[in-house]
């Protein structure tokens, strides 16, 4: 049986405490849980922004440093909802689900919009299927922008003073 995953981006699949690996082909991602013919399976979305670890100071300060004041590193995406769904759904041996993700929310950010919903068939219960509001990771985000800024008017200024006295002598 295949779980095919349309639009998944960065959500991390589970069954039970297992990680399952998100496997390729022909431009399509699927997952195969590891189920009997008829059993029931729970399959199990995740998905945390890097801000809302534990030591997320760590990762983003070695990034910056590594990435030349951050010049070079990836920019972090506005995008900081959680997401925590369980799908459960029934094992057909020669079977297909079909799982679309969402990575937006309405304008205003206060009405609930679905962030896996199912295009095929099979599917017997979704639970916790839309984004959470992270505010820490928000704050966190925020916190990050302008620290990188300040930092990088820091590194400019230290490195116009040195080449001042470079010159001057």
């Not at 390729?24 to 849980?33: D, H, I, L, N, T």
């Not at 919903?117 to 302008?146: F, H, P, Q, W």
């Amino acid at each position: 049986m295949k779980v095919y995953l349309i639009n998944r981006r960065d959500v991390a699949v589970f069954q039970g405490e297992k990680q399952l690996c998100v496997k390729r082909k022909g431009g399509a991602e699927f997952v195969e849980p590891v189920a009997a013919d008829g059993e029931e399976v729970t399959l199990r979305f995740y998905r945390r922004s890097e801000f809302a670890a534990k030591n997320w100071w760590l990762y983003v300060m070695f990034f910056w440093i590594i990435g030349i004041c951050g010049i070079c590193t990836p920019r972090y995406g506005k995008f900081v909802h959680a997401l925590d769904c369980k799908v459960k759904f029934t094992a057909d041996e020669n079977g297909r689900v079909d799982l679309r993700f969402t990575h937006y929310l309405d304008e205003k950010g206060q009405r609930e919009v679905p962030a896996v919903e199912n295009v095929g068939s099979g599917i017997t219960e979704m639970e916790g299927n839309c984004y959470v509001r992270d505010d820490l990771a928000l704050r966190r985000r925020k916190r990050y922008k302008v620290l990188s800024a300040l930092a990088r008017l820091a590194c400019f200024a230290a490195l116009v003073v040195i080449v001042v006295k470079a010159i001057i002598g």
